[in-house]
């Protein structure tokens, strides 16, 4: 599954060549040339990573990133900021407001892609394979597949991606709409309880293994995916 970048930039000619060297890198990319554009994205398909300009029109890039780290939906989102700053009180300033890297322009777009996928490791867990680990349990993002210990689970599609967004984000609870709107988008219209129906299903795959615990559900908010479940308190299926 490709990583979606959203790209917030004022500047056409920038955003034309960044968002055209990124889609050949293999990224999935989203564009906005301004703050009111970027929350839009948002609200259609929540990115895995955003690349943003901290000189907007109107609202700033630093302000429009101290905004997206108020809200639940995107407050775990990594962000790198693109700048002409490069003194070190700015620098700062950017890292404090919540950005996980910085870019100074003008920049060399293969070390732009390169930083993107260092960021994605760091905060996806995933090393340099592309590969996600839970005790026994690995996932490949480059190969799609599942394996416990050095047997391959048989997964579908749905259920590889909720599966990589748990491992990607382990202890952490989330609700059925954060999880809608992080594996479906908020452009398909989904009723909540299938997340339940595909909860359950990634549970039965991994039940053979006495791992159908580690998805655990949250009485009242959600699921949250345990590193090290424990077999003797297997969740309930929902």
């Not at 990319?29 to 895995?48: F, K, Y």
């Not at 890297?101 to 777009?109: A, G, H, L, M």
Request: charged fraction near 30%; hydrophobic fraction near 40%; include cysteine.
């Amino acid at each position: 599954m490709q990583a979606t970048i959203l790209l917030v930039e004022d500047e056409a000619e920038v955003r034309e060549m960044v968002s055209r060297v990124l889609s050949r890198e293999g990224f999935d990319m989203l564009t906005a040339a301004d703050a009111p554009e970027g929350h839009q994205r948002i609200s259609e398909r929540v990115p895995d990573l955003m690349l943003v300009d901290w000189m907007l029109p109107g609202t700033s890039g630093i302000e429009f990133v101290r905004r997206c780290k108020r809200d639940e939906l995107t407050r775990e989102v990594p962000v790198i900021m693109l700048t002409a700053r490069a003194e070190e009180n700015d620098r700062v300033h950017g890292l404090e407001t919540g950005a996980d890297d910085y870019v100074t322009k003008p920049f060399s777009p293969r070390e732009l892609a390169a930083r993107i996928r260092a960021v994605l490791r760091r905060t996806s867990g995933q090393d340099a394979q592309g590969t996600l680990t839970a005790g026994r349990l690995s996932l490949s993002t480059v190969s799609h597949r599942v394996y416990v210990g050095d047997e391959p689970v048989d997964i579908g599609p749905t259920e590889f991606r909720l599966l990589r967004f748990f491992m990607g984000h382990p202890e952490r609870v989330y609700s059925r709409a954060q999880l809608l709107d992080h594996i479906w988008s908020r452009e398909v219209f989904v009723e909540e309880r299938t997340v339940d129906v595909h909860v359950l299903r990634l549970r039965k795959l991994l039940r053979p293994w006495g791992l159908d615990g580690a998805v655990q559900t949250v009485r009242g908010v959600g699921y949250r995916f345990a590193v090290e479940p424990d077999a003797a308190q297997a969740a309930p299926d929902p």
